[in-house]
Every structure is written in C-alpha cells, then in structure tokens.
C-alpha cells in the first residue's frame, strides 16, 4: 500500500507528479525553516476541496474506520490505522511541471494499452515487443510517431518491411501522449476518481511524472 499512487499538486491547485503513499507521508510530516507544514491533504467531497493537516486526517481516518472500513484502502500503525490519501497539495511552492512526455518502454506499451498494433489483441508485457512502423533499415526513426507495440507473431511477419508491402494495417496511427499515458491507466481505478477534475479539463492538461 506504501507504492500506491497519490496525485501531487503544486500551491496552484495544478497537478505536478504522481508519487508514493510513502512519498506522501514524508512530505505531509516535513516542515520549513518556520517549522510550518510542507504539504497537506486534499480530500474531495460532493465537488469542495477540503485540506487537512496530518493530525486532522488521522482523527478523520479513525471516524472513517468504524463506519466506513471497506470504503478506504488503510495503512496500519502500531497505534492507529490511517486512510490512504489520494492527494495532497505542497505549500511551499509553485513549480510548473515538465511538459514532456518521457519517451520510454514503459510509455510506449501504456500508450497501446499493451494491444498489438496490428491484430488489435492485448498480451502481457513480456508477449510484446516494439516495431518501427518505417524500418530503421528504411530510414524509419525512433519516435512516438513511428514504435508500435506488436505481438511476436504480427512482428516477425511484417518483418523489415512497411505495414502496406506486408498487406498489413495498424489498429490506430500512433502519436506522442499529451500526457502521461500510465496517469490515464490508473485513472480507470475507481480509487483515483476524485484526480479527474484536475486532469480531465484543458487547463490540468500537464504532464505527469510517475
């Protein structure tokens, strides 16, 4: 429970990064030369936002706890059970995130979904592999543009040809996210809907970084 994911935002309200539970907890206990706060809770209720303060959200996880266990995911204590957080919100300042979307692997298969780009069927990570759309032998480059995911079959017989001398069709052309693409993934858990309102509108359209 201390890898799951909780939703950073900046002093703004604007979303910044994806980090740990453990990461969280090591924010929300940090403090400044002032000795005040480094970070606080953001609870979502009926479409407010409520901050809480470390102490408040364990008298609130102790209340949730009697009336409602199974609605919450807990971290346990020696002395009291804590309800995960989804996000939390620093104080202190207001850093913009990184507009770049990390070209890798694991974006890669994220983006497809883990579906094989040309017979549209989903495996598991290690049944897939990454093709050049335009061969590298052909001039094709590495870019969001030109890898798709492909099964070892589809790969192996569209071999170092283009989709069209192999009589083959991509499911979806491939672009480059304007977001994350593994954010979009967790956003399908039901535990992270309240991190909608700050990514679904234009405005929260920022990068994420897990």
Known sequence: MLDSSVLLLNAHYMAMRVVSVRRAFTLLFKRDGQEQPVAEIVHVDGGQYVSYNF?????LSQFRKEFEPNS???????RFDLCVPRIIRVLTFAK???QDVKFNRRNLFARDHNICQYCGKKFSTSDLSLDHVIPRSRGGKSSWENIVCACTRCNVRKGGRTPEEAHMRLVRSPLKPRRNPVVSITLSDHRYSSWKQFLDAAYWDVELTA
């Open 55 to 59: 102490e408040d959200w364990r008298q």
């Open 96 to 98: 913009q995130p990184r």
């Open 72 to 78: 919450h995911d807990w971290i346990r204590t020696v």
